[in-house]
Every structure is written in structure tokens, then in C-alpha cells.
């Protein structure tokens, strides 16, 4: 072998060697309690960083080169700052003492504001303290969408066609995947033109991204699909159509024309479908991204017409001065929240200067929506989340971290009947007919989580010269891969991820 090939594989693996020893992985916790401290910001020497996760768990890339005047500064919400040299850090768990400060016995303010004027104040310094601007940010966004069927039950009653009888229908609903998760990550460069009114032109090139689904989902899907049209196309005639009744509802479906009986398929032509489906889905991913993100940008705590109305609202809620703290080494107010007539209970941070909201942490109360009439329900029961500010040297706040759940079921229990018309065959109309009795319910669980690494201010021109449009295919992911993300700063994930894996 040629000895320069040998130094270069020999210093890559050096270098290598490097980067990777620069991996500090931890949990932090509570020294009293030994509970997990979650949302913890963790940074080099104070600058930019990365939150700790739901369960206090982190793992932060130092770069390849750091000295014994480098420092990993842990802080958190109520608790006192950690600081610890970067070259020492060796524990695996790190304990983080409480440190809460009662109003009136250590800090003297200016002012006594009662509760509610501080709260009113927060509403008049908005459009000061969250200024239009134009920013670039290294951000990681992850979202995850779960579809878990509770209940799935379809008693056939009548049935004009033998096969379709209780047996096949219960064959159906045990081979129908009970649970459709879904999840996706995403580490991008995001350019954003941010006005009163929140986001209002987004630019996104992505720097690296994965999907975790099970495909066998899909296949299974396509296999009950191809039973039920091998029954229809067995006993169902051409040009016929359904009309499908529940109650007084009732809807007609167009007329089946012969190319549903045609079982061939060109090789070629499926070939170029297949090449043509991954086209649009890459399309696909990158735009719901773009528009994803932009949504959950803009639906914040200080737009007027907010669901999160707590400020825009206050009448609607009963505010309580907790006490002081501190945030990023800013002190704030510490005020809960709870529903007079509105929606959420929680706790906002209101910087003791300005006013700013640094954070706030909210839960709805009762389900936001819910809908139960002729044996269709809807129900909205679960809206929480948490938004974190950090306040830059020119008084200004930028968002440093988003996430929110959500969770609804919608159910439907009633009465179906399915009948087959055709007005092409002599005689009358009706072919076929069965009736059904369909009970089932299906929970939607959707958590979005962003996470800014960097933020910095931009002019007019530079935003405009920034092309953004950049596109990404996602790397699919079978199951959870620790090794996808290693040598780049992410957002630890939850268990909902770690322990995903597809059923091959």
C-alpha cells in the first residue's frame, strides 16, 4: 500500500477518533427528589447550546479541540447554574440543586406590581419586546404523528354477497394494523422574515433528515385493499356505482369503469409509477415541512387571535404571583394561571425589566372540542406545551425552544348500509345490498418539537439573496438508529422513538 494512503487513513482515523471522544452524554436530575429536570439549557462557555430532554437526558458535540479554559454551563428553570469544566466532565448523572427565591425577603424591586398589573404589562410591551426582524437560525425539528385504533368493531347483518359475511369482516379488522406511528427529524438552516403577526416568508435548506414509519403498515393496508376489490370485482357488474347510507346520510360514488377488472399491470408502467411516487414524495416531505414549520411558528402565545389567549385574554384567567427565579441568569416573576373561563392552566415568566415572557408552560383544563351527534364523536382532549425565549443584548426575544402536544379521537358508532346500483342492466337497479352495524375509535397523537441552536439577525438584503428552497430525501429508518445522528447536536429523543421499530 502506498504510504501516503496509509498516513491519510491512519490521520482520518485520528481525527476521528477526536470528534467522537468529544461526545458528553448525561442525565440531570433533582437533588432532592431525583426526578428528571427536563428543558435544561446545556452550552459551551455560555454560548449557543442545546435543552435538555422530557426525561433530562442530553448528549452535546463539543467541538474537536477544547482547552482547560472551556467550561459546560448547565442551567434550569428554578434551579441554581452548574458550571463545570469541559475537559473534566466524566459523570453520567448530574445533580442540580433547587434555588427558588421568595418575593420580599432577598431582592428589592423598584416596584410592587400586584399580579395583574404585571400581566397587563406583558400585553402593552408585546409588540416592543417581539420585534419584526429578519433572522437566520440552525434549528432541529422533529414531529411525531400516531394513529392508535382503540376500537374496531363491524357486525354484518345483511349481506347479499355470500363471501361478505361475519367471518371475512372479522378477518378484516384482525388483520388491519391496530397502530400507525409515525416520525420524522429534521436538522436545517431556517431564514425567517418574522412581523407583528409572526412568520411571514420562511426559506429552509435542510441539512440532514430521517423517517421512522413501518412499511409493513402500508403493505398491509394494500393487501386488505386487494381483498376487497378481488370480492367486488367477482361480484360487483361494470359501470355499476354505490350509494352508502348511515341514517340520513347519504352519499353515491361514481360508476366503476373496466379498468378496475383489468388485474395486469405493466411492468413498465409500474416501474415509472414507482419512480414517479418517490418523485412526489420527496416533494412531499419537504414542503409539509416548510408549511409544518411555519404553522407551529405562528401559533404563539402574543398573535391576538391566539388559542393560547392567555395574554391577549386576561379576563378569562386568574393569575397568581408565585414568587421570583431565575432564567438564563435573568430574573423573572413566576405566575400560575388557571381558567375563569378559559382553557389552560400553567406558569408564564415575566422578565422583572421589560416584562418579556421568557417561558410558559401550558395544559388545557377540559377538552377543547367535542362533538357527540348521531353516533359520530369528536373529541379534543389534550393541548399542552411549552415556548422558551431567550433575551439578546438588545432587549429583544427570540424563540430558543417549541414543543406541543396534541391529542384527539374521533369516533363513529352507527348503522351503514352499502348498496349496488346499475342503470346500464335491464330490470331494476339494485344489484347487491349489505347492511352494517360499525363501531370503532381512533386516537391521533401529534407532538412537534423545535429546538434553535443558533439565531442570527439579518438585513433586508442579506434575507433576500437567500435562495432557501433547497430539498432533501429523507433517509428511512426502520427503527430508532442512535448512530444517525452521532457527531451532530440534536434533541434527545423520547421513548416514543427509541423504542419504534417496524414488524418485518
Known sequence: MNPNTIFCLLLTCLLTSSVFSQSIEATLIDQDTKDPIPFATVSL???SGIISSENGEFTFHLPSEISEQDSIYIRSLGYKERVVQALNF???????????????????????YTVDQIMEK??????????????????????SDINKMNQFDVDVKQSTIEEFNQD????????????????RELLADLYLKCSANGVEELKLNPIKACELYDKDNEFSSDKLEGKLQDLLRKHVKRNSYFKIKSGLIGTKTDEIDSSFFNQKVDSLITAKDSVENQKKSKEHFNSSLRVGIRNFLNDNFFRDDSDLDVIHNQRKYEFNLDGLTYIDNELVYRITFEPKRG???????VHTDDFGVMRIDYQNVEPLRKINLFGISFRHDLKQGTYMYSRDQNGGYSLKFQEESNSIIFGIDRAVKIIEKNKHVKGRRKQNQVRLGVDFKIRNSQKKT???????????????EIDGQGDIEPVYLPQYDPMFWKGYNILTPNEAITEFKSLE
Open 122 to 143: 406583558v400585553l402593552d410591551s408585546l409588540q416592543a419586546n417581539y420585534l419584526p426582524r429578519y433572522s437566520s437560525q440552525r434549528i432541529f425539528y422533529r414531529d
Open 45 to 47: 462557555n455560555q454560548k
Open 450 to 464: 423545535l429546538l434553535v441552536f443558533d439565531d442570527v439577525p439579518l438585513t433586508f438584503e442579506s434575507f433576500a
Open 168 to 183: 371475512f369482516a372479522d378477518q378484516i379488522i384482525d388483520e388491519f394494523p391496530k397502530e400507525f406511528p409515525y416520525h
Open 343 to 349: 382553557d389552560y392552566s400553567g406558569k408564564v415568566y
Open 90 to 112: 466524566t459523570d453520567s448523572v448530574i445533580e442540580l440543586h433547587p434555588e427558588d427565591i421568595i418575593l420580599g425577603e432577598v431582592v428589592l424591586l423598584y416596584n410592587e
